[in-house]
Protein backbone atom coordinates (compact mmCIF):
# COMPACT_ATOMS: atom_id res chain seq x y z
CA UNK A 1 0.00 0.00 0.00
CA UNK A 2 1.23 3.36 -0.89
CA UNK A 3 0.01 7.19 0.19
CA UNK A 4 2.25 9.35 -1.66
CA UNK A 5 2.31 13.53 -1.52
CA UNK A 6 3.68 15.67 -4.39
CA UNK A 7 4.01 19.15 -2.66
CA UNK A 8 7.31 20.14 -1.90
CA UNK A 9 6.87 19.43 2.13
CA UNK A 10 5.12 16.28 1.37
CA UNK A 11 6.12 12.85 2.06
CA UNK A 12 6.56 9.84 0.17
CA UNK A 13 4.72 6.84 2.00
CA UNK A 14 5.11 3.01 1.01
CA UNK A 15 3.76 0.54 3.22
CA UNK A 16 5.38 -2.40 1.14
CA UNK A 17 6.66 -2.79 -2.30
CA UNK A 18 8.08 -6.16 -3.60
CA UNK A 19 8.66 -7.67 -7.12
CA UNK A 20 8.85 -10.88 -8.13
CA UNK A 21 10.92 -12.55 -10.75
CA UNK A 22 11.69 -9.32 -12.66
CA UNK A 23 14.21 -9.83 -15.29
CA UNK A 24 15.93 -7.44 -17.24
CA UNK A 25 18.69 -8.01 -20.45
CA UNK A 26 20.63 -5.77 -22.18
CA UNK A 27 22.21 -7.09 -25.75
CA UNK A 28 24.82 -5.24 -27.97
CA UNK A 29 26.28 -6.77 -30.40
CA UNK A 30 29.27 -6.54 -33.03
CA UNK A 31 30.34 -2.90 -31.18
CA UNK A 32 27.10 -1.51 -31.71
CA UNK A 33 24.66 0.28 -29.11
CA UNK A 34 22.85 -1.92 -26.66
CA UNK A 35 19.11 -2.38 -26.45
CA UNK A 36 19.12 -0.02 -23.07
CA UNK A 37 21.18 2.66 -25.17
CA UNK A 38 18.54 2.66 -28.21
CA UNK A 39 15.71 2.65 -25.09
CA UNK A 40 17.18 5.47 -23.27
CA UNK A 41 17.80 7.71 -26.44
CA UNK A 42 14.20 7.34 -27.31
CA UNK A 43 12.72 8.12 -23.86
CA UNK A 44 11.27 12.13 -24.17
CA UNK A 45 13.09 14.68 -22.63
CA UNK A 46 11.66 16.31 -19.79
CA UNK A 47 12.17 20.33 -19.27
CA UNK A 48 14.25 21.24 -15.98
CA UNK A 49 11.71 21.90 -13.30
CA UNK A 50 11.92 24.49 -11.02
CA UNK A 51 14.17 23.87 -7.98
CA UNK A 52 12.05 22.15 -5.18
CA UNK A 53 12.86 20.64 -1.72
CA UNK A 54 12.61 16.83 -1.66
CA UNK A 55 9.79 15.30 -0.15
CA UNK A 56 10.55 13.08 3.28
CA UNK A 57 10.39 9.48 3.06
CA UNK A 58 8.51 6.75 4.85
CA UNK A 59 9.05 3.48 3.67
CA UNK A 60 8.79 0.49 5.47
CA UNK A 61 9.69 -2.66 3.51
CA UNK A 62 10.92 -2.86 -0.09
CA UNK A 63 11.92 -6.35 -1.72
CA UNK A 64 13.15 -8.12 -4.88
CA UNK A 65 12.71 -11.95 -5.47
CA UNK A 66 13.85 -14.29 -8.38
CA UNK A 67 15.54 -11.51 -9.84
CA UNK A 68 17.66 -11.81 -12.95
CA UNK A 69 20.37 -9.60 -15.16
CA UNK A 70 21.78 -10.81 -18.27
CA UNK A 71 24.28 -8.72 -20.30
CA UNK A 72 25.91 -9.94 -23.12
CA UNK A 73 28.51 -7.95 -25.07
CA UNK A 74 29.77 -9.04 -29.04
CA UNK A 75 33.37 -7.15 -29.76
CA UNK A 76 34.18 -6.58 -33.94
CA UNK A 77 36.05 -9.84 -33.96
CA UNK A 78 32.45 -11.75 -32.54
CA UNK A 79 33.95 -12.41 -29.42
CA UNK A 80 31.55 -12.85 -26.79
CA UNK A 81 30.86 -12.06 -23.30
CA UNK A 82 28.24 -13.22 -21.59
CA UNK A 83 27.26 -12.05 -17.81
CA UNK A 84 24.23 -13.44 -15.87
CA UNK A 85 22.78 -12.53 -12.25
CA UNK A 86 20.32 -15.03 -11.11
CA UNK A 87 18.68 -15.67 -7.93
CA UNK A 88 18.09 -12.16 -7.02
CA UNK A 89 17.13 -11.12 -3.57
CA UNK A 90 16.96 -7.45 -2.04
CA UNK A 91 15.60 -6.34 0.88
CA UNK A 92 15.64 -2.68 1.95
CA UNK A 93 14.13 -2.12 6.02
CA UNK A 94 12.91 0.98 6.52
CA UNK A 95 13.92 3.55 4.75
CA UNK A 96 12.95 7.00 6.86
CA UNK A 97 14.93 10.42 6.42
CA UNK A 98 16.91 10.97 9.13
CA UNK A 99 16.42 7.07 10.58
CA UNK A 100 19.35 4.16 9.92
CA UNK A 101 18.15 2.08 7.13
CA UNK A 102 19.66 -1.40 6.33
CA UNK A 103 19.94 -3.03 2.69
CA UNK A 104 20.49 -6.77 2.30
CA UNK A 105 21.59 -8.48 -1.03
CA UNK A 106 22.05 -11.83 -2.28
CA UNK A 107 22.60 -13.04 -6.11
CA UNK A 108 24.12 -16.11 -8.35
CA UNK A 109 27.09 -14.46 -10.79
CA UNK A 110 27.96 -16.19 -13.32
CA UNK A 111 30.35 -14.96 -16.82
CA UNK A 112 31.49 -16.46 -19.84
CA UNK A 113 33.77 -15.70 -22.74
CA UNK A 114 34.73 -17.12 -26.05
CA UNK A 115 35.19 -18.45 -28.66
CA UNK A 116 39.07 -19.21 -29.33
CA UNK A 117 41.47 -19.94 -26.71
CA UNK A 118 40.91 -17.06 -24.70
CA UNK A 119 36.56 -19.58 -23.53
CA UNK A 120 36.06 -19.34 -19.98
CA UNK A 121 33.58 -19.44 -17.50
CA UNK A 122 33.53 -18.75 -13.48
CA UNK A 123 30.57 -18.71 -11.26
CA UNK A 124 29.99 -17.40 -8.14
CA UNK A 125 27.61 -15.43 -5.36
CA UNK A 126 27.44 -11.82 -4.38
CA UNK A 127 26.46 -11.12 -1.05
CA UNK A 128 25.78 -7.54 0.75
CA UNK A 129 24.85 -6.17 4.05
CA UNK A 130 24.70 -2.14 3.51
CA UNK A 131 23.17 0.12 6.60
CA UNK A 132 23.05 4.22 5.50
CA UNK A 133 21.40 7.04 7.23
CA UNK A 134 19.80 9.56 4.64
CA UNK A 135 19.08 13.23 5.50
CA UNK A 136 15.95 15.44 5.00
CA UNK A 137 17.16 16.82 1.92
CA UNK A 138 17.95 13.33 0.80
CA UNK A 139 21.91 13.58 1.03
CA UNK A 140 23.82 10.21 2.28
CA UNK A 141 24.47 11.09 6.06
CA UNK A 142 26.68 8.26 6.45
CA UNK A 143 27.34 4.58 5.42
CA UNK A 144 28.34 1.05 6.61
CA UNK A 145 28.65 -1.74 4.23
CA UNK A 146 30.47 -5.21 4.00
CA UNK A 147 29.89 -6.74 0.34
CA UNK A 148 31.60 -9.96 -0.63
CA UNK A 149 31.70 -12.14 -4.20
CA UNK A 150 33.12 -15.33 -4.10
CA UNK A 151 33.64 -17.70 -7.22
CA UNK A 152 33.25 -20.63 -6.93
CA UNK A 153 33.82 -22.75 -10.40
CA UNK A 154 36.06 -21.50 -12.96
CA UNK A 155 37.02 -23.20 -16.69
CA UNK A 156 38.94 -22.97 -19.43
CA UNK A 157 40.74 -19.85 -19.66
CA UNK A 158 39.27 -18.59 -16.59
CA UNK A 159 39.98 -21.81 -14.21
CA UNK A 160 42.64 -20.19 -11.84
CA UNK A 161 40.03 -17.90 -10.72
CA UNK A 162 38.29 -20.72 -8.62
CA UNK A 163 38.08 -19.90 -5.06
CA UNK A 164 38.70 -16.52 -5.93
CA UNK A 165 36.60 -13.71 -3.14
CA UNK A 166 36.64 -9.83 -3.50
CA UNK A 167 35.32 -8.40 -0.04
CA UNK A 168 34.32 -4.56 -0.19
CA UNK A 169 33.96 -2.58 3.25
CA UNK A 170 33.22 0.90 3.63
CA UNK A 171 32.92 2.97 6.72
CA UNK A 172 31.33 6.83 5.90
CA UNK A 173 30.17 9.18 8.32
CA UNK A 174 29.46 12.78 7.88
CA UNK A 175 33.05 14.49 7.49
CA UNK A 176 35.33 11.73 7.42
CA UNK A 177 35.95 8.28 5.26
CA UNK A 178 37.05 5.85 7.97
CA UNK A 179 38.04 3.09 5.50
CA UNK A 180 37.39 1.86 2.33
CA UNK A 181 38.95 -1.20 1.68
CA UNK A 182 38.56 -3.74 -1.52
CA UNK A 183 40.73 -7.15 -0.27
CA UNK A 184 40.84 -10.25 -2.61
CA UNK A 185 41.89 -13.47 -1.70
CA UNK A 186 42.36 -17.42 -2.52
CA UNK A 187 42.23 -20.14 -0.42
CA UNK A 188 43.10 -17.95 2.62
CA UNK A 189 46.02 -16.37 0.71
CA UNK A 190 45.81 -12.78 0.26
CA UNK A 191 46.16 -11.66 -3.04
CA UNK A 192 46.09 -7.74 -2.45
CA UNK A 193 44.50 -4.95 -1.67
CA UNK A 194 42.97 -1.40 -2.40
CA UNK A 195 42.34 1.34 0.68
CA UNK A 196 40.96 4.96 0.99
CA UNK A 197 40.94 7.01 3.64
CA UNK A 198 40.25 10.55 4.25
CA UNK A 199 38.00 13.68 4.83
CA UNK A 200 34.24 13.85 3.09
CA UNK A 201 32.50 16.99 2.95
CA UNK A 202 29.56 15.89 0.40
CA UNK A 203 27.99 19.50 0.65
CA UNK A 204 30.65 21.64 -0.62
CA UNK A 205 31.73 19.52 -2.03
CA UNK A 206 35.36 19.07 -0.41
CA UNK A 207 37.67 15.88 0.17
CA UNK A 208 40.88 15.08 0.88
CA UNK A 209 41.72 11.18 0.46
CA UNK A 210 44.60 9.04 0.53
CA UNK A 211 45.09 5.81 -1.52
CA UNK A 212 46.67 2.87 -1.11
CA UNK A 213 47.18 -0.42 -3.77
CA UNK A 214 49.34 -3.32 -2.18
CA UNK A 215 50.68 -5.69 -4.18
CA UNK A 216 47.32 -6.56 -6.56
CA UNK A 217 48.36 -10.09 -8.09
CA UNK A 218 48.03 -11.42 -11.45
CA UNK A 219 44.99 -13.12 -10.83
CA UNK A 220 42.80 -10.32 -9.60
CA UNK A 221 44.60 -7.87 -12.80
CA UNK A 222 43.61 -11.13 -15.20
CA UNK A 223 39.87 -10.99 -13.91
CA UNK A 224 39.64 -7.57 -14.64
CA UNK A 225 41.35 -7.99 -17.99
CA UNK A 226 39.14 -11.34 -18.74
CA UNK A 227 36.37 -9.08 -20.43
CA UNK A 228 38.78 -7.55 -22.99
CA UNK A 229 40.38 -11.34 -23.54
CA UNK A 230 43.81 -9.84 -22.74
CA UNK A 231 45.84 -12.11 -20.40
CA UNK A 232 47.97 -9.99 -18.06
CA UNK A 233 50.83 -12.84 -16.92
CA UNK A 234 52.00 -12.97 -13.69
CA UNK A 235 52.89 -9.81 -12.32
CA UNK A 236 51.72 -7.76 -9.70
CA UNK A 237 50.37 -4.18 -8.95
CA UNK A 238 50.67 -1.96 -6.07
CA UNK A 239 50.12 2.33 -6.06
CA UNK A 240 50.16 4.82 -3.27
CA UNK A 241 49.17 9.02 -3.70
CA UNK A 242 46.53 11.58 -2.55
CA UNK A 243 43.32 13.14 -3.93
CA UNK A 244 42.34 16.50 -2.96
CA UNK A 245 39.06 18.44 -4.03
CA UNK A 246 39.08 21.72 -2.26
CA UNK A 247 37.51 25.17 -2.66
CA UNK A 248 34.42 24.03 -3.04
CA UNK A 249 35.34 21.81 -6.12
CA UNK A 250 36.78 24.38 -7.76
CA UNK A 251 40.37 23.40 -7.44
CA UNK A 252 41.89 19.11 -7.82
CA UNK A 253 45.14 17.93 -6.85
CA UNK A 254 46.39 14.81 -7.65
CA UNK A 255 49.26 13.21 -6.88
CA UNK A 256 50.75 9.72 -6.40
CA UNK A 257 52.89 6.46 -8.00
CA UNK A 258 52.06 3.34 -9.91
CA UNK A 259 54.24 0.18 -9.93
CA UNK A 260 54.00 -2.84 -12.29
CA UNK A 261 56.50 -5.69 -11.71
CA UNK A 262 56.55 -8.56 -13.90
CA UNK A 263 53.76 -7.31 -16.04
CA UNK A 264 53.23 -8.52 -19.48
CA UNK A 265 50.26 -9.42 -21.70
CA UNK A 266 49.37 -11.85 -23.77
CA UNK A 267 46.76 -12.54 -26.46
CA UNK A 268 45.90 -15.77 -28.89
CA UNK A 269 48.97 -14.69 -30.94
CA UNK A 270 51.41 -15.17 -28.10
CA UNK A 271 52.59 -13.02 -25.26
CA UNK A 272 55.21 -10.02 -24.89
CA UNK A 273 57.96 -10.36 -22.47
CA UNK A 274 57.81 -9.12 -18.98
CA UNK A 275 58.48 -5.36 -17.88
CA UNK A 276 58.76 -3.33 -14.21
CA UNK A 277 56.43 -0.33 -15.45
CA UNK A 278 56.48 2.53 -12.91
CA UNK A 279 54.62 6.13 -13.31
CA UNK A 280 54.89 9.10 -10.63
CA UNK A 281 52.52 12.31 -11.49
CA UNK A 282 51.50 15.40 -9.89
CA UNK A 283 48.94 17.47 -11.08
CA UNK A 284 46.24 20.48 -10.52
CA UNK A 285 43.39 21.33 -12.35
CA UNK A 286 41.97 24.62 -10.88
CA UNK A 287 38.38 25.57 -12.70
CA UNK A 288 38.41 29.04 -11.65
CA UNK A 289 41.62 29.89 -13.53
CA UNK A 290 40.94 27.42 -16.42
CA UNK A 291 44.30 25.69 -15.97
CA UNK A 292 46.14 22.55 -15.82
CA UNK A 293 49.39 22.35 -14.22
CA UNK A 294 51.57 19.16 -14.68
CA UNK A 295 54.91 18.98 -12.43
CA UNK A 296 55.40 15.82 -12.48
CA UNK A 297 54.70 13.46 -15.37
CA UNK A 298 57.24 10.71 -15.13
CA UNK A 299 57.01 7.25 -16.71
CA UNK A 300 59.70 4.32 -17.13
CA UNK A 301 59.93 0.34 -18.45
CA UNK A 302 62.55 -1.90 -18.12
CA UNK A 303 62.95 -5.81 -19.36
CA UNK A 304 65.66 -7.53 -17.78
CA UNK A 305 67.29 -4.75 -16.06
CA UNK A 306 67.86 -2.89 -19.16
CA UNK A 307 65.67 0.51 -19.79
CA UNK A 308 63.42 0.31 -22.80
CA UNK A 309 61.04 3.34 -22.57
CA UNK A 310 61.13 6.21 -20.62
CA UNK A 311 59.20 9.85 -20.43
CA UNK A 312 59.64 13.01 -18.30
CA UNK A 313 59.04 16.98 -17.98
CA UNK A 314 61.92 19.24 -17.92
CA UNK A 315 59.96 22.13 -16.53
CA UNK A 316 56.31 22.09 -14.67
CA UNK A 317 53.88 22.05 -17.69
CA UNK A 318 50.91 24.65 -17.54
CA UNK A 319 47.75 24.76 -19.58
CA UNK A 320 45.68 27.21 -19.98
CA UNK A 321 42.58 27.59 -21.96
CA UNK A 322 41.44 31.02 -20.76
CA UNK A 323 44.23 33.51 -20.16
CA UNK A 324 48.31 32.50 -19.95
CA UNK A 325 49.02 32.63 -16.44
CA UNK A 326 52.35 34.63 -15.17
CA UNK A 327 55.52 32.81 -13.83
CA UNK A 328 55.55 29.20 -16.28
CA UNK A 329 58.42 28.88 -18.70
CA UNK A 330 58.07 26.54 -21.81
CA UNK A 331 57.75 22.75 -20.79
CA UNK A 332 59.12 19.73 -23.03
CA UNK A 333 58.31 16.08 -22.33
CA UNK A 334 60.44 13.85 -23.61
CA UNK A 335 59.47 9.97 -24.64
CA UNK A 336 62.34 7.86 -25.52
CA UNK A 337 61.87 3.91 -26.76
CA UNK A 338 65.24 1.94 -26.72
CA UNK A 339 65.57 -1.27 -27.95
CA UNK A 340 61.80 -2.66 -28.04
CA UNK A 341 61.63 -6.14 -29.74
CA UNK A 342 58.92 -6.11 -32.28
CA UNK A 343 58.12 -9.37 -31.02
CA UNK A 344 56.85 -7.63 -28.07
CA UNK A 345 54.59 -5.73 -30.53
CA UNK A 346 53.30 -8.44 -32.81
CA UNK A 347 50.57 -10.05 -30.85
CA UNK A 348 48.59 -7.24 -30.92
CA UNK A 349 49.03 -6.89 -34.76
CA UNK A 350 47.63 -9.49 -37.48
CA UNK A 351 50.89 -10.46 -38.75
CA UNK A 352 52.41 -14.05 -38.47
CA UNK A 353 55.57 -13.03 -36.84
CA UNK A 354 57.73 -9.62 -36.69
CA UNK A 355 61.50 -9.76 -35.68
CA UNK A 356 63.84 -6.84 -35.21
CA UNK A 357 64.21 -4.10 -32.65
CA UNK A 358 62.45 -0.28 -33.06
CA UNK A 359 64.00 2.91 -31.05
CA UNK A 360 62.10 6.19 -31.08
CA UNK A 361 62.09 9.42 -29.36
CA UNK A 362 59.11 12.15 -29.39
CA UNK A 363 59.11 15.79 -27.49
CA UNK A 364 55.74 17.93 -27.06
CA UNK A 365 57.00 21.15 -26.35
CA UNK A 366 54.11 23.12 -24.99
CA UNK A 367 54.68 27.25 -25.01
CA UNK A 368 52.30 30.40 -24.01
CA UNK A 369 50.47 27.72 -21.18
CA UNK A 370 49.53 25.68 -23.91
CA UNK A 371 48.00 27.99 -26.61
CA UNK A 372 50.99 26.73 -28.89
CA UNK A 373 52.21 23.19 -28.38
CA UNK A 374 54.88 21.66 -30.98
CA UNK A 375 55.53 18.25 -31.22
CA UNK A 376 57.88 15.68 -33.37
CA UNK A 377 58.82 12.13 -33.55
CA UNK A 378 61.02 9.78 -35.28
CA UNK A 379 60.89 5.98 -35.19
CA UNK A 380 62.55 3.00 -36.89
CA UNK A 381 65.28 0.33 -36.98
CA UNK A 382 66.48 -2.19 -39.31
CA UNK A 383 67.36 -5.89 -39.84
CA UNK A 384 63.34 -6.47 -39.70
CA UNK A 385 61.96 -9.59 -40.80
CA UNK A 386 57.68 -9.48 -40.95
CA UNK A 387 55.49 -12.88 -41.96
CA UNK A 388 52.15 -11.99 -43.06
CA UNK A 389 49.43 -13.47 -45.78
CA UNK A 390 51.74 -17.02 -45.82
CA UNK A 391 54.70 -14.68 -47.19
CA UNK A 392 58.24 -13.42 -45.37
CA UNK A 393 59.47 -9.74 -45.81
CA UNK A 394 63.29 -10.19 -44.34
CA UNK A 395 65.67 -7.37 -44.34
CA UNK A 396 63.30 -4.12 -44.03
CA UNK A 397 64.67 -1.22 -42.83
CA UNK A 398 62.58 1.90 -41.86
CA UNK A 399 62.56 5.40 -40.69
CA UNK A 400 59.93 7.48 -40.28
CA UNK A 401 59.32 11.22 -38.66
CA UNK A 402 56.68 13.72 -38.04
CA UNK A 403 56.86 17.09 -36.61
CA UNK A 404 53.83 19.23 -36.43
CA UNK A 405 51.85 22.09 -34.38
CA UNK A 406 48.82 23.18 -32.43
CA UNK A 407 48.06 26.49 -31.84
CA UNK A 408 45.28 28.35 -29.64
CA UNK A 409 43.07 25.14 -29.35
CA UNK A 410 41.69 25.34 -32.79
CA UNK A 411 44.67 25.03 -35.23
CA UNK A 412 46.33 22.01 -35.87
CA UNK A 413 49.33 21.42 -38.72
CA UNK A 414 51.03 18.40 -39.46
CA UNK A 415 54.38 20.36 -41.11
CA UNK A 416 56.12 17.54 -42.17
CA UNK A 417 55.86 13.66 -42.28
CA UNK A 418 58.01 11.17 -44.24
CA UNK A 419 58.61 7.55 -44.41
CA UNK A 420 61.22 5.25 -46.17
CA UNK A 421 60.80 1.64 -46.37
CA UNK A 422 63.75 -0.02 -47.72
CA UNK A 423 65.10 -4.10 -48.35
CA UNK A 424 68.23 -5.18 -48.36
CA UNK A 425 69.93 -2.16 -48.75
CA UNK A 426 67.21 -0.84 -52.17
CA UNK A 427 64.69 1.72 -51.41
CA UNK A 428 60.80 0.34 -51.57
CA UNK A 429 58.98 3.14 -50.85
CA UNK A 430 59.03 6.71 -49.57
CA UNK A 431 55.93 9.03 -48.54
CA UNK A 432 55.96 12.58 -47.64
CA UNK A 433 52.94 14.32 -46.34
CA UNK A 434 51.72 17.61 -45.28
CA UNK A 435 48.35 18.74 -43.46
CA UNK A 436 46.35 21.76 -41.35
CA UNK A 437 43.17 21.18 -39.57
CA UNK A 438 41.12 24.25 -38.12
CA UNK A 439 39.37 22.40 -35.33
CA UNK A 440 36.68 25.33 -35.21
CA UNK A 441 34.79 25.48 -38.68
CA UNK A 442 36.33 22.03 -39.76
CA UNK A 443 37.57 23.37 -42.41
CA UNK A 444 41.43 21.70 -43.38
CA UNK A 445 43.39 19.84 -46.26
CA UNK A 446 45.89 17.38 -46.36
CA UNK A 447 48.77 16.23 -49.17
CA UNK A 448 50.73 12.95 -49.53
CA UNK A 449 53.72 12.60 -52.46
CA UNK A 450 54.61 8.77 -52.52
CA UNK A 451 56.69 6.99 -54.67
CA UNK A 452 57.64 3.41 -54.92
CA UNK A 453 59.92 1.06 -56.71
CA UNK A 454 57.74 -1.28 -58.60
CA UNK A 455 60.05 -4.43 -59.46
CA UNK A 456 61.24 -4.57 -55.83
CA UNK A 457 57.48 -4.51 -54.34
CA UNK A 458 56.00 -6.57 -57.08
CA UNK A 459 58.61 -9.23 -55.94
CA UNK A 460 57.28 -8.37 -52.01
CA UNK A 461 53.42 -8.70 -53.62
CA UNK A 462 53.02 -10.38 -56.47
CA UNK A 463 50.27 -9.12 -59.14
CA UNK A 464 49.36 -12.17 -61.90
CA UNK A 465 50.30 -11.37 -65.51
CA UNK A 466 52.42 -8.27 -63.84
CA UNK A 467 56.61 -8.41 -64.18
CA UNK A 468 58.71 -5.70 -64.84
CA UNK A 469 62.41 -5.12 -65.05
CA UNK A 470 62.49 -1.38 -64.05
CA UNK A 471 59.58 1.63 -63.43
CA UNK A 472 58.52 3.61 -60.75
CA UNK A 473 55.25 4.83 -59.67
CA UNK A 474 55.20 8.59 -57.97
CA UNK A 475 51.49 9.54 -56.77
CA UNK A 476 50.62 13.58 -55.34
CA UNK A 477 46.75 13.11 -53.93
CA UNK A 478 45.49 15.91 -52.23
CA UNK A 479 42.43 16.66 -50.34
CA UNK A 480 40.78 19.25 -48.74
CA UNK A 481 37.59 20.96 -47.26
CA UNK A 482 36.82 24.51 -48.06
CA UNK A 483 33.70 27.22 -47.29
CA UNK A 484 33.13 26.30 -51.24
CA UNK A 485 33.32 22.15 -50.17
CA UNK A 486 35.86 19.12 -50.64
CA UNK A 487 38.38 18.90 -53.05
CA UNK A 488 40.30 15.95 -54.50
CA UNK A 489 43.14 15.86 -56.83
CA UNK A 490 45.18 12.90 -58.01
CA UNK A 491 48.06 12.85 -60.01
CA UNK A 492 49.90 9.37 -61.21
CA UNK A 493 53.35 9.33 -63.00
CA UNK A 494 54.39 5.50 -64.44
CA UNK A 495 57.80 6.24 -65.42
CA UNK A 496 60.52 3.76 -67.41
CA UNK A 497 57.77 0.73 -67.14
CA UNK A 498 59.87 -1.92 -68.80
CA UNK A 499 59.09 -5.15 -68.82
CA UNK A 500 55.16 -7.36 -69.33
CA UNK A 501 51.99 -6.29 -68.49
CA UNK A 502 48.88 -8.46 -68.94
CA UNK A 503 49.93 -9.63 -72.17
CA UNK A 504 51.84 -6.42 -73.30
CA UNK A 505 55.18 -5.79 -73.71
CA UNK A 506 56.44 -2.46 -72.39
CA UNK A 507 60.33 -0.66 -72.87
CA UNK A 508 60.56 2.90 -71.23
CA UNK A 509 56.96 3.37 -71.05
CA UNK A 510 55.59 6.18 -69.33
CA UNK A 511 51.97 7.08 -68.67
CA UNK A 512 49.83 9.65 -66.63
CA UNK A 513 46.61 10.12 -64.65
CA UNK A 514 45.17 13.11 -63.15
CA UNK A 515 42.29 13.82 -61.83
CA UNK A 516 40.52 16.39 -59.98
CA UNK A 517 36.74 16.07 -57.87
CA UNK A 518 35.03 18.77 -56.12
CA UNK A 519 31.82 18.76 -54.83
CA UNK A 520 30.33 22.17 -54.55
CA UNK A 521 26.49 23.77 -53.81
CA UNK A 522 24.20 20.49 -54.56
CA UNK A 523 26.52 19.46 -57.45
CA UNK A 524 29.91 16.72 -57.96
CA UNK A 525 31.97 18.75 -60.59
CA UNK A 526 34.70 16.56 -62.24
CA UNK A 527 36.96 19.27 -63.27
CA UNK A 528 39.36 16.85 -64.95
CA UNK A 529 40.10 13.15 -65.84
CA UNK A 530 43.38 13.37 -67.88
CA UNK A 531 45.25 10.37 -69.54
CA UNK A 532 48.61 10.37 -71.43
CA UNK A 533 50.68 7.91 -72.73
CA UNK A 534 54.34 7.93 -74.33
CA UNK A 535 56.69 5.43 -75.91
CA UNK A 536 60.30 6.82 -75.87
CA UNK A 537 60.83 10.34 -77.07
CA UNK A 538 57.58 10.51 -79.01
CA UNK A 539 54.70 11.95 -76.84
CA UNK A 540 51.30 10.10 -77.45
CA UNK A 541 48.81 12.53 -76.90
CA UNK A 542 46.01 12.53 -74.21
CA UNK A 543 42.47 11.35 -73.12
CA UNK A 544 40.33 14.12 -71.32
CA UNK A 545 37.20 14.00 -69.53
CA UNK A 546 34.94 16.54 -67.71
CA UNK A 547 31.71 17.04 -66.29
CA UNK A 548 29.32 17.35 -63.62
CA UNK A 549 25.87 15.82 -61.80
CA UNK A 550 23.54 17.14 -59.59
CA UNK A 551 22.07 14.07 -57.75
CA UNK A 552 18.90 16.09 -56.71
CA UNK A 553 18.08 17.11 -59.78
CA UNK A 554 19.17 13.66 -61.40
CA UNK A 555 20.94 15.44 -64.04
CA UNK A 556 24.39 15.98 -65.51
CA UNK A 557 26.59 16.20 -68.52
CA UNK A 558 30.40 14.89 -69.47
CA UNK A 559 32.57 16.27 -72.30
CA UNK A 560 35.14 13.17 -73.83
CA UNK A 561 37.97 14.87 -75.60
CA UNK A 562 40.90 12.80 -77.92
CA UNK A 563 43.57 15.41 -78.09
CA UNK A 564 46.50 13.95 -80.69
CA UNK A 565 45.97 10.48 -79.33
CA UNK A 566 48.90 8.54 -81.71
CA UNK A 567 50.99 5.70 -81.98
CA UNK A 568 53.42 6.70 -79.30
CA UNK A 569 50.34 6.14 -76.63
CA UNK A 570 48.67 3.26 -78.50
CA UNK A 571 51.47 1.36 -80.49
CA UNK A 572 52.88 -0.85 -77.28
CA UNK A 573 49.28 -0.99 -76.11
CA UNK A 574 47.71 -2.84 -79.79
CA UNK A 575 50.70 -4.61 -80.45
CA UNK A 576 49.35 -7.82 -79.40
CA UNK A 577 46.38 -7.60 -81.61
CA UNK A 578 48.32 -6.94 -84.43
CA UNK A 579 51.37 -9.19 -84.55
CA UNK A 580 53.30 -9.95 -86.48
CA UNK A 581 52.38 -6.33 -88.02
CA UNK A 582 52.77 -3.41 -86.29
CA UNK A 583 51.46 0.12 -85.62
CA UNK A 584 53.92 2.69 -87.49
CA UNK A 585 51.66 6.14 -87.24
CA UNK A 586 47.75 7.04 -86.46
CA UNK A 587 46.55 10.19 -84.88
CA UNK A 588 43.48 10.72 -83.25
CA UNK A 589 41.44 13.56 -82.30
CA UNK A 590 37.67 14.17 -81.53
CA UNK A 591 35.32 15.36 -78.79
CA UNK A 592 31.98 13.88 -77.49
CA UNK A 593 29.62 15.11 -75.27
CA UNK A 594 26.59 13.97 -73.29
CA UNK A 595 23.58 15.23 -71.21
CA UNK A 596 21.36 13.21 -68.76
CA UNK A 597 18.44 13.85 -66.98
CA UNK A 598 16.38 10.60 -64.79
CA UNK A 599 13.82 12.25 -63.94
Not at 93 to 109: C, E, F, G, I, Y
Not at 152 to 175: C, D, H, I, N, Q
Not at 504 to 510: F, K, P, T, V, W
Request: glycine fraction near 14%.
Amino acid sequence: SSDVCSSDLGTIKVDELTLESPVVSVISRKGGPSNLEAWMKAMPRSAPSRKQRPPGLAIGHVGIKGGALRMESEDDSGRLVKVSVGGLGLDLDRLVSNVPSRVKLQAAVEMESGPGAASGRVAGRLDGDVSFTLKGDLGVDSIGSAIRIAVAEGSGSMERFKGLAAAFEVGLGPTVLTNALLRFTQGGASLGEARVRGQVNLAEPELRLAYDVTGLDSRVLALVAAASGLDVGNGSVSASGRVDLLNSGSLLVMEGKLNGTNISAGTIRGRTRPADVNFLHRVTVNRNLRSVICEQLDLGASQGGRVVLSGALDNGLNISWDKTAAGFRDSTYTVKASGLRLEDLAVFLPVESLGGVLDADAKVKVEDAGRTCSFSASFGGDGWKVAFGGRTFPSLALQASVQGRLRDFNMANIDALDLKLRMAGSSLASVSAIADWRMGDGYGGAQMDAELALPAVLGLVPVEGVALRSGRLKTVISAGIRPTGPVVDVMAYWNDITGRVVGIDLDGYDATLSVSVAHSGRAYEVRKVSVTGQSGTLAGGTIEAFGSFNPESMSGSLTLNLLGLNQGALGPLVSPMLAPSRLVSVQLNGSAKAEVDLK
